[in-house]
């Protein structure tokens, strides 16, 4: 049990819509990182918000885009959804320090 | 830029044999962090075993170990005494420099280990 939960659990879309992901972080950690992980893949990073400022950025288009609120939640907003898009979401929240804990996932389906 | 290397896609263990899965980086910073994740069919990513690129000691957690050379830039897991319940997707992982904040993971492809009766 890390401490932190994502919503929703599965999510399916058609293609061209909007997304949005939810996540909340233990209380205290500033940092909260959003990755994208394709079937059989390994996690890509897609951005990290700090203290409610994006601090980091992956290979991801602008379409990609998140918030980071005052209360530890966060955002990962997809626009203009594409198929490739389909993949498992994991959100991952820090405190300055080395231990990361990620949260269960979101698995998104574009049809 | 950072790199992981996973080159065993997959791995066959029996049951209470010790397994070594291998990881390779690359990174130009001079400091940084290498985790392994466990992550089984249910997607959860779980935390294993973390090595500081500082540390002296090998980094060890109970049945996990990390064989860490930093010459070769090698970071091999080990598991001793295999459990079927070790079947998963295993993943090698760096950290770079965490100033400012920064606490970006790079990920190598995964070995997806099975566990044999």
């Known amino acids: 049990e890390t401490g932190v939960t994502q919503s929703p659990t599965h999510l399916i879309k058609t293609r061209g819509q909007q997304v949005t992901l939810r996540c909340s972080s233990q209380s205290g950690h500033n940092t909260v990182s959003w990755y994208q992980q394709a079937l059989g893949q390994g996690p890509q990073f897609i951005f990290q918000y700090y203290r409610e400022e994006e601090n980091g950025r992956g290979n991801f288009p602008p379409r990609f885009s998140g918030l980071q609120f005052p209360n530890y939640s966060s955002e990962l907003n997809v626009n203009a959804l594409e198929l490739d898009d389909s993949a498992l979401y994991l959100c991952?929240?820090?405190?300055?320090?080395?231990?990361?804990?990620f949260g269960p996932g979101t698995r998104l389906t574009v049809l | 830029a950072q790199k992981i290397t996973q080159t065993q896609p997959g791995m066959f263990v029996q049951e209470k044999e010790a397994v070594t899965l291998d990881c390779t980086y690359d990174?130009?910073?001079?400091?940084?962090?290498l985790f392994w994740y466990k992550q089984p069919s249910s997607g959860e990513m779980i935390f294993l075993i973390y090595?500081?690129?500082?540390?002296?000691q090998n980094a060890t957690e109970g049945r996990y170990s990390l064989n860490f050379q930093k010459a070769r830039k090698s970071a091999n897991l080990v598991i001793s005494a295999s459990q079927l319940g070790d079947s998963a997707m295993y993943f090698c992982?760096?950290?770079?420099?965490?100033?400012?904040?920064?606490?970006?993971?790079?990920f190598g492809t995964g070995t997806q280990l099975k566990v044999e009766l």
């Open positions: 991952v929240s820090s405190q300055e320090g080395y231990t990361q804990y």
């Open positions: 090595q500081g690129s500082y540390d002296q």
């Open positions: 992982a760096m950290r770079g420099d965490i100033t400012g904040g920064g606490n970006k993971l790079t």
């Open positions: 990174t130009s910073d001079p400091s940084y962090g």
